[in-house]
């Protein structure tokens, strides 16, 4: 059987399992038992055993229906529409919020110094620390204090959930960690970069805040926690709601004289499809409540975490190709102070070191002194990397590797 026909089976045989079709039981069975009650009249009539005094029910022809479905449709596209672009806007901008962080992040491992590892692995904690907090400020849920036991220290993490607001205060440590570690170019980019992280947790918050119309607003079959500014429109039934239930309430007595007790399953039928449809823009337009901001945060942190892993390695890759730059243009060689003879030395080494070759010189070497002279530079054995001291190729020896584990950010 194609992949195709397996997908629509599949969502056949586990519609039981929708937690949204299992919300919609209540009201689907009130719309049957109303169908119902219009087949049996009508058959409890036509057979005479009602009394005399007692009115047949109208029968409402179909064409009014056909002309208000399509006022009906608009409607419920208009709430699905607008509840999906707030829902994707939500996605969008928490995701700058990461983003802004791994960028950050990528910027602190280059330009940091290199001889103040704590100061570095701390901007990293506190990062991971921020997304978190933006997470508690969106949801009603509160704030977790498990989600960052396994990377803030436990007096930080004293101060962030003691903190009036654990975003902001988490944007001011970082601040103040920055102001006490750099300064001029470096320091003003980063605390921009810091700032982008601001404007994009206000986008967030101003989406919590701004419901839509309460004139479309419906009552939710289960409600997700709404924020005050929301909640105004969550007790009562508004114009999207009132016209479907009237609708639906009423399609029955239109079904009658074309399906008899057939309308009972088309009734049915017809009011899950409308009602599923709303009750989809009704968990959309909450979308921090359904969006995986546990994933993205969590995401975030093993990507600090692995670019940490990877940054002696990166520095010095920077470094052998920094030294190669050296060799192959004296020049720039005798501007950096390296002797003719050293410049000529890693052609002999390397031929010297031949073909053996070993997966672990991959990344270069030590500089030497020679005779007490400038640095040299030289080709490690079989890998032939070459590398610089910190006067030839500049920066100084590099910190102490950031290993995988949160933990290992403190």
Known sequence: MPLQSRRYLYHLSTIKNSRIVRG?????????????????????????????????????????????????????VFRTNGAYQRWHEARCVFGRIADSARDIWRQVLAVFPRDRPEARAMLGRWLVAYTFACKWALRE????????????????????????????????????????????????MLMHEIGSMMYSLSSCTRILTTPIPLSYTVRPLAPAPLPPSAAAGNGSCRHTTRFMALWLLLLPLALWAKCGWGCVPAAALVSLALLTIEAIGVSLEEPFSILALEQICERLGTGIANLAAMDDDAYAAARMYAAESLLSYPAAAAAAGVPA???????EHAAADGGHGAAGDAVGGHAHE?????????????????????????????????????????
């Open 341 to 347: 003879p050293a410049a000529a030395a890693p052609a």
């Open 141 to 188: 849920e509160g704030r977790q204090r498990a989600d960052l036991e396994g990377w803030l220290e436990p007096r930080e993490l004293d101060g962030l959930m003691a903190a009036r607001d654990p975003p902001h205060y988490a944007m001011l440590v970082m601040s103040h960690v920055l102001k006490n570690n750099l300064s001029g170019q470096q320091l003003v």
């Open 370 to 410: 020679v005779g007490g002279g400038a640095p040299a530079l030289y080709v490690s054995a079989g890998a032939a990397a070459v590398t610089a001291t910190a006067a030839a190729a500049g920066g100084d020896a590099g910190g102490s590797p950031l290993p995988l584990e949160p933990a290992a950010l403190r």
């Open 24 to 76: 919609l039981l209540r009201p689907v069975m009130v719309i049957v038992a109303v169908a119902t009650a219009v087949c049996s009249y009508h058959t409890i009539f036509a057979l005479r055993w009602l009394p005399a005094f007692m009115p047949a029910l109208p029968l409402v022809p179909i064409e009014p229906f056909q002309l208000t479905s399509f006022a009906l449709a608009l409607l419920l």
